[in-house]
Every structure is written in structure tokens, then in C-alpha cells.
């Protein structure tokens, strides 16, 4: 079965619902095919304790201001599920789920958008399938010998799952930080990082790193020097449970090991440590493997584009990868802006066709 619309969005979590809300009021047609059995995106199989970096107010998706959490500050990621579970039906955007989007192809003056539930054909598509789906583990030698455990990010729920055991915890980013403080109480800790951690001011959260990768971008593009955004300020925002392990001495970090051995890791002077499960905390890849049939890849695995609109292919959009594709556009606070802008330009190329 092929069905037909003006522009296929290709993700249900916050991208692709942002992106949703301004087609909308632009008076498009439009579909939104989500993977995922329930809403929330990515919100839904995070890790018990995560919470976002800003307060509710500094954290909506465009139209609708997120509810304060009671006794929270800083929302949980249940909140957030609710909070976009609640979206889609106040502005009620049509998503089909579960729907896999098994590629793109062109097709004439069209795009032919191929799902394990039939073809859908469109003149435009907003990709916005996040990276949580695909998740990064580095090439480090010994993996495959290790007795224990091993996970990503994308596995780790809870620190009773890890009660009395010997972790090492990989990644000296957020993810990193978080779990490693989620975990300095009931186990035996090593986080190790690449570089020294570097923790941004307790003062600092999302409000400000929003400001700061907006006014990089405005700079970059009225060709002023590179300020270095929010990758000058540091790498770990200092929610509270870090704050806290921190400044306990909980969180002291190694440098990086060389390689795992059959039980733990060791480090290049001969060092080790006995481990019983390495969580790897080590990022994310865009997860773009539905677009490879249009052969737009270039260097990083990234899609060239200008602002959201991919180079070689103007009825394409991406949305929500990093601030390729906006600033701060992986954020809830900060893709509402690059979403305003796709639908914009995607309204202006379908009435240039007719």
C-alpha cells in the first residue's frame, strides 16, 4: 500500500513533535512515523535517575510550557515521557507507531518513504531519528575477552543492579559523570576518562549553555571568530547527585586504560583493576542509516547541510542531531527554532512546485 502526503516526518520524540507543531500551523499535510511502541522518544528508556540539566520553564517544546514537576526542580525523564505524551494530543499530531522507516528513495519529483507498513510518498522529509539508537563503542583491545559484563549508556538503569560490585564506568562527559555519581555509593567505583574532567560552574545549566550555543551560531554566521560555544565552558553540567559525589570525593577520575584483560583493565604502566561489568559511556552516532539511499553522507558520518536543509537534497531536512543541524538542536528548549525553520522553508519549496 502507498499512501501519499506533503512531508513525511521520520521520528516521534522531540524533534520530530517540534517539527510537527509548526507544520501544522502552516496548514501543511503531514504524517509523523515513529519506531517506538509508546511516545516519548529516547525519554522512555533512560536510566532511573536522569534528570534534564534546566528547570521545566527553560525546557518546552514550542506552544506549550512544561509543567513544574512537584518537589523537582530539575524534571525526571517520567516527567518528560508525560510531557510529551501530553503534546502530541493537545496539538494532535498525527503519529503512527510503531512504524520502522526502512529507507528513502527518490522518486521523480518525489520521495518515497519505505516502511515495514507500506510506502508513503512525499515531497518533502524532516528526519528527525535522534542518536540514542545508535550508540558508539570505541575500539579498545581486549573487549572480546573480558569475563564480565559489558553495556552503553543506552543499558544502564539503576545502581542496585550493580550492588557490591567492582564497575568501571568509561566517559567523562554527562552520561559519564551521572552514572558515575549514581553508582560512588554502592559499588566499587573507577571512572576513567580521556582528559581531566572538566566541570562547568554549579551555577551553570541548560538556560545557559542554550544561550551560549545560540550566540555561537549567530556569530558563526555573521562570520565573526569561532568562540568555542559550549565546549569552552567545560563538559559536565554539575546537577546536584554529581555536585554532591563530587564534592564527597567520590568522583575522582583516572585517565584511560589501555586495554581490558579477561578480569578488569589495565593501563599502559602495567597497572589494573579488577572489574565485574564496564559500562561504556562513550556517546552516540546520528542515526541515519534510513537515508543511505539517497548517498548523502560526507565526512563523520554527517549529511552536508545548511542550517536544516541537506545540500544535495533540498526536499530533505534533518532535525535534532547536534548543532549541525541547529543550536542546540538536541535539545527540548532548543529545537523549536531549527523546527520553525524547516517547516518555513519546506512551506515556500512546495509553493514554488504548484
Not at 516527567?79 to 528513502?104: F, I, M, N, S
Not at 562513550?282 to 552536508?304: D, E
Request: contains cysteine; neutral net charge.
Amino acid at each position: 500500500m502507498t499512501n501519499a502526503t506533503h512531508v513525511v516526518v521520520i521520528g516521534g520524540g522531540q524533534a520530530g513533535l517540534a517539527a510537527g507543531y509548526h507544520l501544522r500551523r502552516l496548514g501543511l499535510d503531514f504524517v509523523i512515523l515513529d519506531a517506538q511502541a509508546g511516545a516519548g522518544g529516547a525519554w522512555q528508556y533512560a536510566w532511573d535517575s536522569l534528570h534534564l540539566f534546566s528547570p521545566a520553564a527553560y525546557s518546552s517544546l514550542p506552544g506549550r510550557p512544561m509543567p513544574v514537576q512537584t518537589g523537582e526542580v530539575y524534571p525526571d525523564a517520567v516527567h518528560v515521557v508525560d510531557y510529551l505524551t501530553a503534546y502530541e494530543g493537545r496539538y494532535e499530531l498525527p503519529v503512527q507507531r510503531p512504524v520502522r522507516v526502512k529507507g528513502v528513495h527518490r522518486d521523480g519529483q518525489l520521495l518515497r518513504v519505505e516502511t515495514g507498513s507500506g510506502a508513503w510518498l512525499a515531497r518533502a522529509v524532516i528526519s528527525a531519528t535522534g542518536t540514542w539508537w545508535r550508540p558508539f563503542l570505541p575500539a579498545v583491545p581486549g573487549r572480546e575477552v573480558f569475563r564480565g559484563r559489558q553495556l552503553h549508556t543506552v543499558e544502564y538503569r539503576k545502581p542496585l543492579d550493580f550492588a557490591g560490585q567492582r564497575v568501571v564506568v568509561v566517559g567523562g562527559g554527562n552520561s559519564g559523570a551521572q552514572i558515575a555519581a549514581d553508582l560512588a555509593y554502592d559499588t566499587e567505583l573507577t571512572w576513567v576518562t580521556q582528559r581531566p574532567p572538566r566541570f562547568l560552574a554549579d551555577d551553570i545549566d541548560g538556560r545557559a549553555l542554550f544561550d551560549v550555543a545560540t550566540a555561537r551560531r549567530r556569530a558563526l554566521d555573521e562570520g565573526s571568530a569561532e568562540t568555542g560555544g559550549v565546549a569552552s565552558l567545560g563538559d559536565i553540567v554539575a546537577v546536584p547527585p554529581v555536585r554532591e559525589a563530587r564534592d564527597a570525593g567520590l568522583l575522582k577520575a583516572q585517565p584511560m586504560f589501555t586495554r581490558l584483560t579477561a578480569g578488569g583493565v589495565e593501563w599502559a604502566d602495567g597497572t589494573s583493576a579488577e572489574a565485574d561489568a564496564v559500562i561504556w559511556c562513550t556517546g552516540f552516532r546520528p542515526a541515519l542509516s534510513h537515508l543511505a539511499p539517497l548517498g548523502l553522507r560526507g565526512a563523520r558520518g554527517h549529511i552536508p547541510t545548511i542550517g536544516t536543509q541537506a545540500v544535495d537534497e533540498p526536499r530533505l531536512h534533518l532535525l535534532g542531531y547536534g548543532d549541525w543541524t541547529g543550536p542546540a538542536s538536541a535539545t527540548l528548549i532548543g529545537v523549536g527554532r531549527p523546527a520553525r525553520g524547516a517547516a518555513r522553508q519546506i512551506a515556500e519549496l512546495l509553493a514554488a512546485e504548484k
